[in-house]
């Protein structure tokens, strides 16, 4: 289990002492019992409805002044208070628990928490150690990622699914349905935390194969939207280093493409040797762009940078309503061996 201080700020004091009897066997808590416990550092906070309103204030304060941090809090609530989490959800909370409350699902959540908690934190140290711009600027985006994939599929999964008993005995064929997309994002979710994993230690996406690395961040564009994407790659290996780096970094771009603009239902990620030439190609159906009148923007000149360090050649293909095409070309690098 990862290591982390909970902050346990609960109305009833039966119920705090239970939420705090079981997380101590596991982690270190504390009670609050005033505003003045907020300002103590902790790593996650857990609210029930009368705490989280009565310390919102410190709560948003807490956030607002470590910006680049994922200090996270789990709100214990009833679904009778359920209008208060819909009113205060993206402001400060992170995950909800609904009671009555499971000793094995309240364990899982928090661990979830703190090892996002713990990674932002690993991030943060990597910018403070940073000297060039371009270190501080992958952090951000990791930092982004973090937030506004992970985390935000994971409150999702699991909203889901505490609605999943009584939709089964209303509805078991839309509860089957929906059993099914609580298990897919659960699974771009862990696609997405070990994508930041990696990230955090580039030498690690070097070692694995751009088939695997497409194929995992395929699993968290899926968990973002509903997308059939396939994947071909044909059998090359030992890329110098700077030419894999910089096909899964397009890749990734275009990926990231799909996912948040193009309301593509379909997508087609290829990479081949032809002609004595390297060819990656990414294609949608979405909505598409006027290329000729984009001449940046969607991430297109920091993938055109990429393919030039790479000494490949760039074209964007798009037209509004008939969908874009990426297509990168170069000469296959002496280093990589072809099967005959």
């Given at each position: 289990m990862p290591d982390g201080l909970i902050l346990v700020a609960v109305e009833n004091k039966m119920n705090g002492q239970l939420l705090q009897d079981t997380l101590r066997q596991f982690h270190s808590v504390r009670l609050a019992d005033?505003?003045?416990?907020?300002?103590?550092?902790?790593?996650?906070?857990?609210?029930?409805?009368?705490?989280?309103?009565?310390?919102?204030?410190?709560?948003?304060?807490?956030?607002?002044?470590?910006?680049?941090?994922?200090?996270?809090?789990?709100?214990?609530?009833?679904?009778?208070?359920?209008?208060?989490?819909?009113?205060?959800?993206?402001?400060?909370?992170?995950?909800?628990?609904?009671?009555?409350?499971?000793?094995?699902?309240?364990?899982?959540?928090?661990?979830?928490?703190?090892?996002?908690?713990?990674?932002?934190?690993?991030?943060?140290?990597?910018?403070?150690?940073?000297?060039?711009?371009?270190?501080?600027?992958?952090?951000?985006?990791?930092?982004?990622?973090?937030?506004?994939?992970?985390?935000?599929?994971?409150?999702?999964?699991?909203?889901?699914?505490?609605?999943?008993?009584?939709?089964?005995?209303?509805?078991?064929?839309?509860?089957?349905?929906q059993l099914e997309e609580v298990v897919r994002m659960n699974r771009a979710a862990l696609s997405e935390m070990r994508t930041l994993l990696m990230e955090l230690r580039p030498q690690n996406l070097v070692r694995m194969s751009l088939k695997d690395l497409f194929d995992q961040l395929i699993l968290g564009v899926q968990g973002r939207r509903e997308v059939k994407i396939t994947c071909m790659v044909e059998d090359v290996a030992n890329l110098p280093e700077d030419t894999h780096l910089g096909i899964y970094r397009i890749v990734q771009e275009a990926l990231t493409n799909i996912a948040k603009h193009s309301e593509a239902t379909e997508a087609n990620v290829s990479l081949k040797t032809e002609d004595g030439q390297l060819i990656l190609q990414i294609k949608d159906n979405g909505d598409g762009f006027d290329s000729k009148a984009l001449a940046a923007g969607f991430g297109l000149d920091g993938m055109q940078e990429r393919a030039a360090l790479m000494g490949a050649s760039l074209n964007v293909i798009s037209d509004k309503g008939k969908g874009t095409e990426i297509l990168v070309s170069m000469p296959v690098p002496r280093a990589v061996s072809l099967d005959a």
């Open positions: 005033s505003e003045a416990s907020l300002n103590e550092p902790f790593d996650l906070g857990l609210f029930d409805g009368v705490s989280l309103k009565r310390f919102h204030k410190q709560v948003v304060a807490r956030q607002q002044a470590a910006p680049d941090l994922f200090l996270p809090n789990l709100l214990v609530t009833t679904r009778q208070d359920i209008g208060l989490v819909t009113g205060q959800l993206w402001k400060s909370i992170d995950e909800i628990l609904f009671a009555p409350i499971e000793k094995r699902e309240l364990l899982a959540r928090v661990e979830v928490l703190l090892r996002a908690h713990n990674y932002s934190v690993e991030l943060a140290r990597l910018y403070k150690d940073a000297h060039e711009q371009a270190t501080y600027a992958e952090r951000q985006r990791l930092a982004r990622e973090l937030h506004d994939s992970v985390t935000q599929m994971i409150f999702s999964a699991s909203t889901l699914a505490q609605t999943l008993p009584q939709l089964q005995i209303k509805d078991p064929e839309r509860a089957k349905v």
